[in-house]
């Protein structure tokens, strides 16, 4: 079955100060790693799909990175707007299914 | 990416009674769909996924009797939650894929079951 354990739970920072979210997962066969963001009362927005170890993506402050065992989501100079929740997800096998995190959730105050 | 666009975005039950929800791909013909459950605190969880013009495929534990699923077009499917009770309440989300294996999430529905 597979699995994915997102850390820390809640994170917060100031603006301007980086930090990682941490993706741990086990998974049989991966098709691709996703990252979405989910803002409250809110379906989770599309950030990045990994496909491979050493892929590496980026989108504004967002970078993610990816190995054979977990997945960061690098934060750089995080704006009180980057507030929201991370959620992570693993695909594996032969369908289109997506095992979801219990997400990290950010805070960035001013 | 995807369109998705959900209907309602809330509601409100009485206990016993049924609730239709509409998940439509705007831009997009979806042969698939998906239909997920998010409780407070929690991460969702795949309720079924939806295939145009066949039955649902049910994830282990979730009654299919008690969560209808059609998917009748290509751009719209709908989950019916029958006698709904107080434990039913959450926010339920749709998606579709596109490219790939990217999949694009509909803005959800909550419903609260009195």
């Known amino acids: 079955e597979d699995q994915v354990t997102q850390s820390p739970e809640a994170l917060r920072l100031q603006e301007g100060e980086s930090s990682s979210l941490n993706c741990s997962y086990t998974v049989s066969g991966l098709r691709g790693l996703f990252w979405y963001r989910q803002d409250p009362g809110k379906g989770p927005e599309f950030l990045f799909t990994?496909?491979?170890a050493g892929e590496e993506k980026e989108k504004e402050r967002l970078k993610a990175t990816l190995t054979k065992k977990e997945s960061f989501l690098h934060i750089t100079a995080p704006k009180p707007e980057d507030s929201a929740t991370y959620l992570c997800?693993?695909?594996?096998?032969?369908?289109?299914?997506?095992?979801f995190g219990k997400g990290t959730l950010l805070t960035v105050n001013p | 990416g995807a369109v998705v666009s959900q209907h309602p975005s809330w509601v409100i039950c009485k206990s016993g009674t049924s609730v239709k929800i509409e998940c439509r791909s705007l831009?997009?013909?979806?042969?698939?769909m998906f239909w997920y459950r998010q409780f407070p605190k929690q991460s969702l969880m795949l309720m079924a996924t939806s295939n145009e013009g066949s039955k649902a495929t049910y994830e282990q534990g979730v009654e299919k009797d008690k969560f209808l699923i059609n998917h009748a077009s290509l751009t719209l499917s709908t989950l019916t939650v029958t006698s709904a009770h107080p434990e039913d309440s959450s926010f339920y989300i749709c998606?579709?894929?596109?490219?790939?294996?990217?999949?694009?999430f509909g803005p959800g529905t909550r419903l609260t079951v009195l």
């Open positions: 998606s579709t894929g596109q490219r790939d294996n990217e999949q694009f």
């Open positions: 997800a693993v695909q594996g096998g032969s369908n289109y299914k997506l095992t």
């Open positions: 990994l496909y491979s």
């Open positions: 831009d997009f013909q979806a042969t698939t």
